[in-house]
């Protein structure tokens, strides 16, 4: 039986792309899930990635000076969402660099002092679109891999949309609302799955 406070307990979910193009298709894929996330009740925090960006993890830098202020305030963000919604670009098969990069730093401890990590326990949905005609599922496999190894669970559904120069219409929507939906439904399952935790 579902308690008051998972009832009306907030669900909050950090979504951010993997690519730093302003007009990238994957934000705008992002903020169509984003949508379904917060059609479901859950708060949604959108991370630019370009306001977070770090050097290339170097494990002399982080023993030198510690975690970047850019990392730190992404993990911030991180640390108070219990879900991640992630549209991911697919770069030569594989993700971007971008996010490779920012995930490696917000796997390190905070410090010494304060080793919890923020990834860990999260649950995650994942997303791609592309121009080419398999939507950038290929680097989906990557991402997947990735976030499993540092205690990412990422749920069973996942959306990779084919044909991104021709799918969308004005803003963040899509032409067809067929698929649009598919998209929203990443954003939706995704907060399912945490109230299912929640109850559990």
């Known amino acids: 039986m579902v308690n008051d406070y998972t009832s009306y307990m907030t669900i909050r979910i950090a979504a951010f792309a993997g690519s730093l193009r302003k007009g990238s298709f994957n934000r705008r894929l992002l903020a169509c899930a984003a949508r379904g996330a917060e059609e479901a009740g859950a708060e949604v925090d959108v991370i630019d990635l370009r306001d977070h960006l770090a050097p290339l993890y170097d494990g002399d830098h982080e023993s030198e000076h510690g975690l970047p202020p850019e990392v730190i305030s992404f993990r911030e963000r991180v640390a108070a969402a219990q879900g991640l919604l992630i549209a991911s670009p697919e770069y030569n098969h594989s993700l ?75 803003g963040d929507s899509l032409q067809d609302p067929k698929t649009e939906q598919q998209v929203m439904e990443i954003g939706r399952a995704l907060v399912r799955e945490l109230r299912l935790r929640a109850e559990g």
């Open 96 to 170: 971007s660099a971008a996010l490779k990069n920012i995930i490696d730093w917000a796997s390190r401890p905070q410090s010494s002092e304060d080793p919890r990590p923020c990834l860990p326990g999260k649950v995650a949905a994942l997303l791609s679109t592309s121009p080419g005609h398999l939507g950038g599922i290929r680097g989906l496999s990557h991402l997947r891999a990735v976030l499993h190894n540092v205690g990412v669970l990422v749920i069973n559904e996942q959306f990779a949309m084919p044909s991104a120069g021709a799918a969308f219409g004005e």
